[in-house]
Structures are given as structure tokens and as C-alpha cells.
């Protein structure tokens, strides 16, 4: 018999000690045959411990004289704990099924440990955080970097990165029955669902809808796609916005590129679904278009680039015990060679709009102030998105905003 308790335990082990993202971690440990409720239920926990991971770990950890050097008792006992502060479970059911799961996890010797430890935990509400990462959850260079970048906006940005997200829908068939939700006035496709677990199976399936959230569906508009154009979506998988960008603007020719074949099979799978076509899919690298780009440069070039993340965090709890503060510059010189690269590809008169679902400055506006300073030949369009900021480059939603995620966008045009 599974025991939800153990399975979020080990989908928590895979993220934080084995360095899995929690998508692949749940599909690795929970069993096919797994019940819908039970899935449900595991992933809400096992998401919402790891939103929560630094504060429900400190309140536990109050009450032990040393360490807790066992991991998969200690994210029993943090897992526990949200249970209670963040999911509002009852105490009682709390700690007998910790102690069922101590034992299932082959933990006998700590049984008595959790049961004193939770009983004190679950009792203490007046717990006061007594770090920055205990306050918000996040580990304390991003809370650094974030109070550097966006000091009027950093405490909700942290706060927003922990709430839920909405479910966004971009609606291809305007015929379909939708779940109860709100348009909105800026984003034609766009249907903002009442209920983030509203069952939209059916209209996925149908290729009535996709799942994508509304900063991600500026990007279709601000590059503009015109009948005839020549189109790159540089950095493609999954496909949400080369998807788009043909729902948007049928008439055009296509091309889609993405590094990792593995992900260029989820491209398929959307378009399949969208009943689209692109022009050509390549599997290969943006960083080196002389080895697949033939012919005419493009007319338009979207490029969504790798990235930190650190606007969809919310989406992605995992990235917090994930991503390093290391990480950032690695990916800022991987991001200044696609786009030194794709700008040669770019037809004179034409635009390539810069995209990051990134929330640091380093990856966005200083991006760009690098780019423009190297290549006269560029200018910026000034875009506008509503509720974004405009900083010294491009415009930058700020997660929550609008109930959108983080995003960056910058639209480069080459003279003629
Ligand atoms: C932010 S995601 C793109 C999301 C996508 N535009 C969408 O809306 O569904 C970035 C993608 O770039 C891919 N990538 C990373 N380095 C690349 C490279 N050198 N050339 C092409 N694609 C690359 C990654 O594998 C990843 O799928």
C-alpha cells in the first residue's frame, strides 16, 4: 500500500538532494496507477513545501538540541509542518501520519523524535523568522539580488513568488465552452480561470486551448508577425509562442529551433494539437547558425532565451533550491552569444524581440545596454505593455502584476 506521506517525501529527496526539477521527480517516483486524488494531493504538498522550504524548516528546527543529519526525515518533518501553517491541516492527523511515514520510510528510530518534535512545532504560533530566507523563502543571494535590481518592488515580488499561480489559457477556438474566468482587454486570446485546478482536459485536447500564462502572450503581438514575413523562433521548446505566433498570423513561413531534441518533441506535440504547421523544425544550436541557416535572413526573430527563471518561480518552486547564485553569469554569457549571433540573421529593416521570463536586470536591460553599445546598427522600438515598468531598455512586468508572471521584453529592429 503507497503511503502519500513517503511519496512526497521522495519526490522532495529527488529535488533537493538529487537535484531533479519536481516535474521529472514526481513522473520518477509516484506509479502510474497512483490515484488522481492522491497525485493531486502529493504534488500540492510537495509544492508547497518546497515555496515554504526555509520558514517550516526553522520552525521545526527550534525544537531540536542538534542536527537532523538524516535528509528524508528532515523533509518529513518540513513537509509535515507546511501541512499545518500553509495547507491548514488538522494537528492530530498531521502527526499520526508522520509517524506512519517515519516507519514506511524505514526511519523506526526517529518515530518518537517526530512525534515530539511536530507536537511542539504545530503548538508554536508565535514563531518570529530570524533570517531574510526564513522571512521570504528564498535563499538569500536571489533576495540580495532582487533588493538590488527592484528595491521599490522586491517584497511583493518575494511574496508574489510564493502564492499559487492563476491558470492562464490562450483561447484558439472562441467557440469553446471555458471554464468561469475574465478576458482581458490587452491580451485578445488571452482567459484568466477562476480556478487554477479547473479540469481543462478536454479543451487541450480538442486544441481548443493552451495553458500559458499572459505575460508569455505579449510576445506574439509585440513582434507582429505581417502575411509573408519570414519567421525564427530561435529558442522554441516547448512551443508556446511559436504556436502563437501562426495563431496570430497563419500567413507566415516558420522556422523553429531548439537545442535539445528531446524538447523539440514537445514542439510536435503542440502544433499536432493546434493543428499547425511550421515551415521547418531544427534541432540545433542558436549560438552557431552557419551550420543550419541557409538563404534569405528573417524578417522577424523571436528569441525567448534561456534563463534564470526567477519570473515564473511561482510556477517553479523547485528553482529555489536549484538555481545558484553561480548560475547567473553562465547563463548571461550564454544569452550574449545567441543574441550576438541571431542578430546576424536578421534581415536590415527587420525586428527581433528579446524575451526572459527573468527577473535580474543582468539577463534584461543590461543585456541589451551591452548589445546596443557593440551594434550601431540596432535600434530599440519602445513597446508598451500595461502595468509593466519601463526601465532603461525594454519593459519589465514584475511577477503578480496583473496576475502575470516575470517577464522581460525588448524589440530590436536592424537598419536598413
Ligand atoms: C525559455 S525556453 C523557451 C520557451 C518557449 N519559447 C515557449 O514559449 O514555449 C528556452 C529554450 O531554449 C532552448 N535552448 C537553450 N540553449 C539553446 C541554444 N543554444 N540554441 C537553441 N535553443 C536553446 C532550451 O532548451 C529551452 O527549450
Same mark, same amino acid.
Given at each position: 500500500?503507497?503511503?502519500?506521506?513517503?511519496?512526497?517525501?521522495?519526490? &522532495?529527496?529527488?529535488?533537493?538532494?538529487?537535484?531533479?526539477?519536481?516535474?521529472?521527480?514526481?513522473?520518477?517516483?509516484?506509479?502510474?496507477?497512483?490515484?488522481?486524488?492522491?497525485?493531486?494531493?502529493?504534488?500540492?504538498?510537495?509544492?508547497?513545501?518546497?515555496?515554504?522550504?526555509?520558514?517550516?524548516?526553522?520552525?521545526?528546527?527550534?525544537?531540536?538540541?542538534? $542536527?537532523?543529519?538524516?535528509?528524508?526525515? +528532515?523533509?518529513?518533518?518540513?513537509?509535515?509542518?507546511?501541512?499545518?501553517?500553509?495547507?491548514?491541516? $488538522? +494537528?492530530?492527523?498531521?502527526?499520526?501520519?508522520?509517524?506512519?511515514?517515519?516507519?514506511?520510510? *524505514?526511519?523506526?528510530?526517529?518515530?518518537?523524535?517526530?512525534?515530539?518534535?511536530?507536537?511542539?512545532?504545530?503548538?508554536?504560533?508565535?514563531?518570529?523568522?530570524?533570517?531574510?530566507?526564513?522571512?521570504?523563502?528564498?535563499?538569500?543571494?536571489?533576495?540580495?539580488?532582487?533588493?538590488?535590481?527592484?528595491?521599490?518592488?522586491?517584497?511583493?515580488?518575494?511574496?508574489?513568488?510564493?502564492?499559487?499561480?492563476?491558470?492562464?489559457?490562450?483561447?484558439?477556438?472562441?467557440?469553446?465552452?471555458?471554464?468561469? *474566468?475574465?478576458?482581458?482587454?490587452?491580451? $485578445?486570446?488571452?482567459?484568466?480561470?477562476?480556478?487554477?485546478?479547473?479540469?481543462?482536459?478536454?479543451?487541450?485536447?480538442?486544441?481548443?486551448?493552451?495553458?500559458?500564462?499572459?505575460?508569455?502572450?505579449?510576445? @506574439?503581438?509585440?513582434?507582429?508577425?505581417?502575411?509573408?514575413?519570414?519567421?525564427?523562433?530561435?529558442?522554441?521548446?516547448?512551443?508556446?509562442?511559436?504556436?502563437?505566433?501562426?495563431?496570430?498570423?497563419?500567413?507566415?513561413?516558420?522556422?523553429?529551433?531548439?537545442?535539445?531534441? +528531446?524538447?523539440?518533441? &514537445?514542439?510536435?506535440?503542440?502544433?499536432?494539437? &493546434?493543428?499547425?504547421?511550421?515551415?521547418?523544425?531544427?534541432?540545433?544550436?542558436?549560438?552557431?547558425?552557419?551550420?543550419?541557416?541557409?538563404?534569405?535572413?528573417?524578417?522577424?526573430? &523571436?528569441?525567448?532565451?534561456?534563463?534564470?527563471?526567477?519570473?515564473?518561480?511561482?510556477?517553479?518552486? +523547485?528553482?529555489?533550491?536549484?538555481?545558484?547564485? *553561480?548560475?547567473?553569469?553562465?547563463?548571461?554569457?550564454?544569452?550574449?552569444?545567441?543574441?550576438?549571433?541571431?542578430?546576424?540573421?536578421?534581415? $536590415?529593416?527587420?525586428?527581433?524581440?528579446? @524575451?526572459?521570463?527573468?527577473?535580474?536586470?543582468?539577463?534584461?536591460?543590461?543585456?541589451?545596454?551591452?548589445?546596443?553599445?557593440?551594434?550601431?546598427?540596432?535600434?530599440?522600438?519602445?513597446?508598451?505593455?500595461?502595468?509593466?515598468?519601463?526601465?532603461?531598455?525594454?519593459?519589465?512586468?514584475?511577477?503578480?502584476?496583473?496576475?502575470?508572471?516575470?517577464?522581460?521584453?525588448?524589440?530590436?529592429?536592424?537598419?536598413?
Amino acid at each position: 500500500m503507497k503511503n502519500n506521506r513517503v511519496l512526497c517525501c521522495q519526490v &522532495l529527496y529527488q529535488v533537493c538532494y538529487k537535484h531533479q526539477h519536481i516535474k521529472p521527480a514526481l513522473q520518477h517516483v509516484l506509479p502510474v496507477e497512483l490515484a488522481p486524488q492522491d497525485r493531486a494531493w502529493i504534488q500540492n504538498c510537495s509544492y508547497q513545501t518546497l515555496r515554504n522550504h526555509q520558514q517550516m524548516q526553522a520552525r521545526w528546527q527550534k525544537f531540536v538540541t542538534k $542536527p537532523i543529519k538524516d535528509q528524508l526525515v +528532515d523533509l518529513l518533518l518540513t513537509m509535515s509542518v507546511t501541512q499545518k501553517f500553509v495547507m491548514d491541516a $488538522p +494537528d492530530h492527523a498531521i502527526v499520526n501520519e508522520a509517524v506512519k511515514a517515519c516507519k514506511k520510510l *524505514g526511519k523506526k528510530w526517529a518515530t518518537g523524535l517526530v512525534n515530539k518534535v511536530l507536537k511542539n512545532t504545530l503548538n508554536d504560533t508565535d514563531f518570529v523568522p530570524q533570517t531574510e530566507a526564513q522571512k521570504y523563502n528564498h535563499p538569500e543571494w536571489w533576495i540580495k539580488q532582487l533588493n538590488k535590481d527592484w528595491p521599490e518592488h522586491a517584497q511583493a515580488v518575494l511574496q508574489a513568488n510564493n502564492q499559487k499561480p492563476p491558470l492562464w489559457l490562450r483561447v484558439k477556438n472562441p467557440q469553446a465552452k471555458l471554464p468561469r *474566468g475574465q478576458k482581458n482587454s490587452a491580451l $485578445p486570446q488571452a482567459w484568466l480561470c477562476e480556478e487554477s485546478s479547473a479540469d481543462i482536459g478536454h479543451l487541450l485536447s480538442n486544441g481548443d486551448v493552451s495553458v500559458q500564462d499572459g505575460a508569455a502572450q505579449y510576445a @506574439a503581438a509585440l513582434l507582429a508577425p505581417q502575411a509573408g514575413d519570414k519567421v525564427l523562433d530561435a529558442c522554441a521548446a516547448p512551443g508556446g509562442k511559436s504556436c502563437h505566433l501562426l495563431e496570430y498570423q497563419a500567413h507566415i513561413t516558420l522556422d523553429v529551433l531548439e537545442l535539445e531534441a +528531446d524538447r523539440m518533441a &514537445l514542439v510536435e506535440q503542440n502544433l499536432k494539437r &493546434l493543428k499547425l504547421k511550421a515551415h521547418r523544425l531544427m534541432v540545433a544550436d542558436a549560438e552557431r547558425p552557419e551550420l543550419w541557416h541557409q538563404g534569405e535572413p528573417y524578417d522577424k526573430i &523571436l528569441l525567448d532565451v534561456p534563463c534564470s527563471a526567477s519570473g515564473v518561480v511561482r510556477r517553479n518552486p +523547485d528553482m529555489k533550491v536549484l538555481r545558484q547564485a *553561480g548560475h547567473i553569469k553562465p547563463l548571461v554569457d550564454l544569452q550574449q552569444c545567441i543574441l550576438e549571433a541571431q542578430s546576424q540573421i536578421l534581415k $536590415p529593416g527587420g525586428r527581433l524581440l528579446y @524575451a526572459t521570463c527573468s527577473m535580474f536586470k543582468a539577463e534584461n536591460e543590461r543585456q541589451i545596454a551591452r548589445f546596443l553599445k557593440g551594434h550601431p546598427d540596432f535600434k530599440e522600438i519602445t513597446i508598451t505593455i500595461p502595468g509593466a515598468i519601463t526601465g532603461k531598455h525594454g519593459q519589465q512586468l514584475i511577477t503578480g502584476v496583473n496576475q502575470m508572471d516575470g517577464f522581460y521584453y525588448c524589440l530590436l529592429e536592424r537598419s536598413i
